[in-house]
């Protein structure tokens, strides 16, 4: 019942910053606690930073202190601020949502660091 559409994703070079926005539709006005997964190719899908609805957040130790995430509770959105990115930030991101009793998913974003 609930969608999720997120938008920010594209190229660009190392050292770069891009951010991404995940907003939640539907029915469900309260959104729990919101993430980012992302999925680089040959590499299982991993958990990169999540947020509760009260501001407690968690990174991976692959972006801490370069990622930064956060949301507006009120228009039911999440970002992730990526700065420094790196090759190695190449991959699917993907937001989630979590709404008792259930989960979400958005379709994924394409993130590349190239030169």
């Known amino acids: 019942q609930v969608q999720l559409m997120e938008s920010g994703g594209g190229l660009v070079q190392p050292g770069g910053s891009l951010r991404l926005s995940c907003a939640a539709s539907?029915?469900?006005?309260?959104?729990?606690?919101m993430g980012w997964y992302r999925q680089a190719p040959e590499k299982q899908r991993e958990l990169v930073a999540k947020?509760?609805?009260?501001?407690?957040?968690w990174y991976a130790d692959s972006v801490k202190g370069r990622f930064t995430i956060s949301r507006d509770n009120a228009k039911r959105t999440a970002y992730l601020q990526m700065i420094n990115l790196k090759p190695e930030d190449t991959a699917v991101y993907y937001c989630?949502?979590?709404?008792?009793?259930?989960?979400?998913w958005g379709q994924g974003t394409q993130v590349t660091v190239s030169s």
């Open positions: 989630g949502a979590s709404s008792w009793p259930s989960d979400y």
């Open positions: 539907g029915s469900i006005l309260n959104i729990n606690a």
């Open positions: 947020i509760t609805r009260g501001g407690s957040t």
